[in-house]
């Protein structure tokens, strides 16, 4: 108990200590000063938000460049948007953005009852399916209930403090109970894990799943159906203001709008277009 108790105790001071570098304006402050800075701290996903070559590029930073914008058309303020840091670790991510006032975590963070206890989030900025991936060399599987024939022997690796987790505990009760589960810190692991590996599967976004087409990597989507498809949003800490003007800028009405479809079409690709709404 003793041990545990420090290596939890070290844990949270790893995670204060990582807090620390990351430090922005509230809303108030920037709509009364007339300008300001909003941080941002992300993780890396394809066609969402990605540093490529030092600049940083994807859906997410289009729209918080449009946010910008509507700062200064609605409210008069200038409004900088600062990207502070990556986080290449998603649980880490999840409570840097949780714990940190005043910074807006980015990236593809499903929208759950759960997170709404402990975090903020904005309205949704896209709507994504889950998908069930593997090696390419892996056979087909086309409904769930053929999971322990089709991938006897396989184990299932889901990114801690995913939603995915409940995905595969649900899959795993339902219909393979055998079944062994293990964890990775990041989707690259995952994806770097199913392309090396022919007896491991996984449930992702559908929003991950494009980073795997464009590097043409040797993994598979199946064609089973995974349920409801997620709302993902931009998470902040519950001491932020910053979801005020959230709520006013990301409407239904802009993701109806051809800007935000030019945005989809040109970071994720028109053949995207109508599978992440």
């Given at each position: 108990?003793?041990?545990?108790?420090?290596?939890?105790?070290?844990?949270?001071?790893?995670?204060?200590?990582?807090?620390?570098?990351?430090?922005g304006?509230?809303?108030?402050?920037?709509?009364?000063?007339?300008?300001?800075?909003?941080?941002?701290?992300?993780?890396?996903?394809?066609?969402?938000?990605?540093?490529?070559?030092?600049k940083?590029?994807g859906?997410?930073?289009?729209?918080?460049?449009?946010?910008?914008?509507?700062?200064?058309?609605?409210?008069?303020?200038?409004?900088?948007?600062?990207?502070?840091?990556?986080?290449?670790?998603?649980?880490?991510?999840?409570?840097?953005?949780?714990?940190?006032?005043?910074?807006?975590?980015?990236?593809?963070?499903?929208?759950?009852?759960?997170r709404?206890?402990?975090?903020?989030?904005?309205?949704?900025?896209?709507?994504?399916?889950?998908?069930?991936?593997?090696?390419?060399?892996?056979?087909?599987?086309?409904?769930?209930?053929?999971?322990?024939?089709?991938?006897?022997?396989?184990?299932?690796?889901?990114?801690?403090?995913?939603?995915?987790?409940?995905?595969?505990?649900?899959?795993?009760?339902?219909?393979?109970?055998?079944?062994?589960?293990?964890?990775?810190?990041?989707?690259?692991?995952?994806?770097?894990?199913?392309?090396?590996?022919?007896?491991?599967?996984?449930?992702?976004?559908?929003?991950?799943?494009?980073?795997?087409?464009?590097?043409?990597?040797?993994?598979?989507?199946?064609?089973?159906?995974?349920?409801?498809?997620?709302?993902?949003?931009?998470?902040?800490?519950?001491?932020?203001?910053?979801?005020?003007?959230?709520?006013?800028?990301?409407?239904?009405?802009?993701?109806?709008?051809?800007?935000?479809?030019?945005?989809?079409?040109?970071?994720?690709g028109?053949?995207?277009?109508?599978?992440?709404?």
């Amino acid at each position: 108990m003793k041990y545990f108790s420090l290596v939890l105790l070290s844990f949270v001071f790893s995670i204060s200590s990582i807090a620390q570098k990351y430090t922005g304006d509230s809303w108030s402050k920037v709509k009364s000063k007339g300008s300001g800075m909003l941080t941002i701290v992300y993780y890396d996903q394809a066609g969402l938000i990605q540093n490529v070559n030092g600049k940083m590029k994807g859906v997410c930073v289009d729209i918080l460049s449009d946010f910008a914008e509507y700062i200064k058309a609605k409210h008069g303020a200038n409004l900088t948007i600062n990207y502070a840091g990556e986080e290449h670790d998603f649980s880490t991510f999840l409570k840097v953005s949780q714990s940190t006032p005043n910074i807006l975590g980015v990236t593809n963070t499903s929208i759950t009852d759960e997170r709404k206890k402990i975090m903020k989030f904005s309205p949704p900025f896209m709507t994504t399916q889950l998908v069930l991936l593997t090696n390419q060399k892996t056979p087909a599987l086309t409904k769930l209930e053929d999971l322990p024939k089709t991938f006897q022997g396989f184990t299932a690796q889901v990114i801690t403090g995913s939603t995915h987790v409940k995905y595969i505990d649900k899959i795993k009760k339902q219909y393979y109970p055998q079944l062994n589960v293990v964890y990775a810190p990041s989707s690259e692991s995952v994806i770097k894990n199913l392309s090396s590996n022919t007896k491991v599967f996984s449930i992702l976004d559908f929003t991950e799943y494009v980073g795997v087409v464009r590097k043409k990597l040797p993994v598979k989507r199946h064609d089973v159906d995974l349920g409801s498809a997620e709302e993902l949003g931009f998470i902040m800490a519950k001491q932020t203001d910053w979801d005020q003007v959230w709520n006013e800028f990301l409407t239904t009405d802009y993701r109806k709008s051809v800007r935000y479809k030019k945005i989809i079409a040109d970071n994720l690709g028109s053949t995207f277009l109508n599978l992440v709404r």
